[in-house]
């Protein structure tokens, strides 16, 4: 099995900076793409940020030139550096990650647990 265990959240004031992991562990041969979405209260579950394994990045218009999503391939783990946050960057933030279990495997889909920042007002 593969598991995803978030880390970093927490509480923050407007302006501050905090920073997402999320390592992956478990039966992987290979990860392809790694990414952040989030869910805030009452919302749908959004894109935040994704990194392919070739380097490509894809981010919200939201969090452009504020979040930096970055990825440490010999760790299995993807981060997510927050910057100049705002209240209306509050939700729970999930890790999501697309690997092979082995050679030859199809490419399957993995969700963390969440990790929930809060930007009060």
């Known amino acids: 099995q593969v598991q995803l265990v978030e880390s970093g959240g927490g509480l923050v004031q407007p302006g501050g900076s905090l920073r997402l992991s999320c390592i992956a562990s478990?039966?992987?041969?290979?990860?392809?793409?790694m990414g952040w979405h989030r869910q805030a209260p009452g919302k749908e579950r959004e894109l935040v940020a994704s990194?392919?394994?070739?380097?490509?990045?894809n981010y919200a218009d939201s969090v452009k030139g504020r979040f930096t999503i970055s990825r440490d391939h010999a760790k299995n783990t993807v981060y997510l550096q927050m910057n100049s946050l705002k209240p209306e960057d509050t939700a729970v933030y999930y890790c999501?990650?697309?690997?092979?279990?082995?050679?030859?495997?199809?490419?399957?889909?993995?969700w963390g647990q969440g990790t929930q920042v809060i930007v009060p007002s």
């Open positions: 990194l392919t394994n070739g380097g490509k990045t």
């Open positions: 999501n990650v697309d690997l092979w279990m082995f050679l030859g495997g199809q490419l399957q889909n993995y």
């Open positions: 478990g039966s992987i041969f290979a990860i392809d793409a």
